[in-house]
C-alpha cells in the first residue's frame, strides 16, 4: 500500500469519527418544558450541517446542549471525544476549548478595538505574546479584516462585526465551530460571504454546525440540513440544498 | 491543544485586567474605598484608644502595689509581746522582747521571705522596702515641716515600721487568691491592698478588649459586604466579557482572578489611605490629650502593626468579598453564557 492511499484512508477514518453523537437524548426544563424528545443523531468530523426550525422547535437546547450549557435528562452525547453526559462542571472548559462559537449579535466588546477582540479568546485560554500576535493576525486575514485591526467594533459594519465574530471563533483553532444564526443580523450579500467564508473553513477540516432561518442560505449552499420540530428531527437531509 | 497552562504572561494579563476593572468602575471603586476607609479608621482608632488605655491602666496597674509588712522587731515592739512586764522575761532585750517573740530577725530573713513572695504565680515584682526606708516614706508624706515631729520615733521610742515587701502584680483578675497565699506565708503580718481597685481595673480591661473584638469584626463584616457589592456591579458591567469568557473555555477560576484583583486593589487602597488619615487625626488629637493624660502611644510604635492591620483587612476583605460574590455569579448565572 502507497504512503498517499495510506495517508488517505487515514483521513477517511478520521473523518468519520463523530465530532458530535446524540443517543435518545431527551430535554425536559423543570417547568416542564419538552424541548428535545428521543433525539438520535450523528455529525461526523468535517461536515457542514444546517440546523433548522421554527421557533420553539428545540434549536436553541439542541445547541446548549452540544456546549454544555443545559445537561439532557436521558441518553447519552458525545461532543469532540467528551462524554457530556459523565463530564463534571469543571470539565466544561476544556470542551469549549475545541469549540469556537459564533453568536447572532456578535458578542464583541465595545470597549476593545478588532484585534484585542480576538486575542481576548486566546487570553482567557492561557496564550499570551507573540503567538497571540501571530495567531490574531492570520485569523483577522482569513476573515478579510486583516486591516481593521485597530478598529473598534462600532466602526465596522454588522457584517464586518460578524466577520470579527468568525475570527475570534477560529483564533484557538477549534475542530467545531458553532454558529447561532450567524447571518441573523447582516444583510443578504454579507450572509453569503458569512457563509462561504464558513465553507472555506469547513474545507480545512472543521466541523461546522449552523443554525439558520435563511432558506436561501440552505437552498444555495449544498450542505447537510437537520430539521427539528417540536423537539424531535423530523428530517435528516445528507445532500442538503432543500428543507 | 493548550489547557490549564497558567503562564507569566496569563498572570500579568489577570493584573492588568483587575487594574483595568477598578479604573474602568471607578466611581463605585472610589465610593467602596471611602466606606472600607471610614470602616479602617473605626478600627484604626480601636485599637489606638485601646492601646492608649491600656498604657493608662498599665500606670494604674503599677501604681496599685501591695505592701506586705513582715512580723520583724519592730513589729514585736508595738505589738502585744511588747506589754510583757519587764524583767518576767529571761534574756528579753530593754523592750523587754524576746528573739522568740517575731518570725524576721534581720535583713537576710527578710530577703527570705521576698524571695518566698516572688516564687508565687501571679506576682511580678517584689522590692525589699527596709524599716528605715518605710519611715523615710511616711515622712516623704508629711506636709513639708511637719517630718520633725516624727523624729521621736528614732530616738525615744524605735521605729514603728515593720519591714516590708513591695509586690506588684501580673493578673488583676488573681488579685484576691494572690493576697490570700502571701498571707500564709510564714512571716507575714499584714497585707495593705486595693482590692477594689484591682476588681475596677480588670474590668475596665476586659470590657476594651471585648468592646474592641467586636468593633472589629462588625466592621470587618461591613468591610467584605462593602467590597462584594462593588465587585457585584462591576461584573454587571462586565458580562458580556464574562459570557465570552465562558463561550472561549475560560477556567471559573480566570474568569475569578481579575474581580479578586480588582477588590485587593481597593482594599490596599484603602489601607494606605486610611494610615495616613489615621497619622494625621492620632497626631492633632494627641497633641490635646497629651496635655491632660500626660502620657499617650507615640503613633511610631503603632505604626506598622496599624498598616500591617489595615492592609491585611484590605486584602482579606477584597479577595474574599469578591470572591464571594463572583462564585455565586458563576454558579447560579455566569455558566450559562448564551443567557446574557
Known amino acids: ?243 | 491543544m493548550k489547557v490549564f497552562n497558567m503562564k507569566l504572561g496569563s498572570i500579568r494579563y489577570l493584573i492588568k485586567e483587575g487594574f483595568k476593572g477598578a479604573w474602568a468602575n471607578r466611581l463605585m471603586s472610589l465610593a467602596s474605598i471611602g466606606v472600607l476607609v471610614a470602616c479602617m479608621v473605626v478600627i484604626g482608632l480601636a485599637i489606638l484608644i485601646s492601646e492608649n488605655v491600656s498604657l493608662a491602666v498599665g500606670t494604674l496597674e503599677k501604681q496599685n502595689v501591695v505592701m506586705v509588712y513582715m512580723k520583724d522587731y519592730n513589729w514585736a515592739l508595738y505589738s502585744d509581746a511588747a506589754n510583757l512586764p519587764e524583767g518576767k522575761r529571761n534574756g528579753a532585750d530593754k523592750n523587754g522582747i524576746l528573739k522568740s517573740d517575731y518570725v524576721i530577725h534581720d535583713e537576710e530573713e527578710a530577703k527570705a521571705l521576698c524571695k518566698k513572695i516572688e516564687g508565687l504565680d501571679n506576682v511580678d515584682s517584689v522590692e525589699y522596702v527596709s524599716s528605715e526606708q518605710g519611715l523615710e516614706t511616711v515622712k516623704g508624706a508629711m506636709i513639708e515641716g511637719q517630718e520633725e515631729y516624727f523624729d521621736f520615733l528614732d530616738d525615744e521610742y524605735g521605729n514603728p515600721i515593720s519591714s516590708a515587701a513591695k509586690v506588684t502584680m501580673k493578673e488583676m483578675a488573681l488579685f484576691d487568691k494572690t493576697v490570700e497565699e502571701i498571707k500564709t506565708l510564714e512571716g507575714v503580718d499584714v497585707v495593705q491592698s486595693h482590692s477594689d481597685l484591682a476588681a475596677k481595673i480588670d474590668t475596665i480591661k476586659q470590657g476594651i478588649y471585648v468592646a474592641g473584638f467586636w468593633i472589629i469584626a462588625i466592621l470587618i463584616i461591613i468591610s467584605l459586604v462593602i467590597v462584594s457589592n462593588t465587585i457585584r456591579v462591576t461584573l454587571y458591567n462586565r458580562k458580556l466579557e464574562i459570557s465570552i469568557m465562558k463561550a472561549v473555555g475560560a477556567t471559573d477560576a480566570f474568569v475569578r482572578i481579575p474581580f479578586v484583583i480588582e477588590g485587593m486593589i481597593i482594599g490596599l487602597i484603602s489601607a494606605v489611605i486610611s494610615e495616613a488619615l489615621i497619622y494625621f487625626c492620632y497626631r492633632v488629637a494627641t497633641e490635646k490629650i497629651s496635655i491632660m493624660l500626660g502620657q499617650v502611644v507615640p503613633f511610631g510604635e503603632l505604626a506598622w502593626f496599624l498598616l500591617l492591620v489595615f492592609v491585611s483587612i484590605g486584602i482579606f476583605s477584597g479577595a474574599l468579598g469578591s470572591a464571594f460574590t463572583i462564585g455565586k455569579y458563576l454558579k447560579h448565572e455566569g455558566s450559562e453564557f448564551t443567557a446574557i
Open chain 1, 1 to 243: 500500500m502507497s504512503e498517499e492511499m495510506l495517508e488517505q484512508i487515514v483521513q477517511i477514518s478520521d473523518h468519520q469519527e463523530p465530532a458530535i453523537e446524540f443517543r435518545g437524548v431527551s430535554k425536559t426544563y423543570p417547568s416542564g418544558t419538552h424541548a428535545l424528545e428521543d433525539v438520535n443523531i450523528r455529525i461526523n468530523k468535517g461536515e457542514f450541517v444546517f440546523v433548522v426550525g421554527s421557533s420553539g422547535a428545540g434549536k436553541s437546547t439542541f445547541m446548549k446542549l452540544i456546549m454544555r450549557e443545559e445537561k439532557a435528562n436521558t441518553g447519552t452525547i458525545n461532543v469532540n471525544g467528551f462524554n457530556l453526559t459523565k463530564m463534571r462542571r469543571k470539565h466544561v472548559p476544556l470542551l469549549r476549548r475545541t469549540m469556537g462559537i459564533v453568536f447572532q449579535d456578535f458578542r464583541l466588546i465595545p470597549s476593545m478595538n478588532v484585534f484585542d477582540n480576538v486575542a481576548f479568546a486566546m487570553h482567557v485560554v492561557g496564550e499570551s505574546g507573540r503567538e497571540v500576535r501571530r495567531e490574531v493576525s492570520k485569523a483577522l486575514s482569513k476573515v478579510g479584516l486583516g486591516d481593521k485591526a485597530r478598529s473598534m467594533p462600532m466602526q465596522l459594519s454588522g457584517g464586518e462585526q460578524q466577520r470579527v465574530g468568525l475570527a475570534r471563533a477560529l483564533v484557538n483553532a477549534p475542530d467545531l465551530i458553532i454558529a447561532d444564526e450567524p447571518t441573523g443580523n447582516v444583510d443578504p450579500n454579507m450572509s453569503y460571504e458569512i457563509v462561504n467564508l464558513l465553507t472555506e473553513i469547513n474545507k480545512r477540516g472543521t466541523t461546522i454546525l449552523m443554525v439558520t432561518h435563511d432558506h436561501n442560505l440552505v437552498r444555495d449552499f449544498k450542505h447537510r440540513v437537520i430539521m427539528l420540530d417540536s423537539g424531535r428531527i423530523v428530517a435528516d437531509n445528507a445532500a442538503g440544498g432543500a428543507e
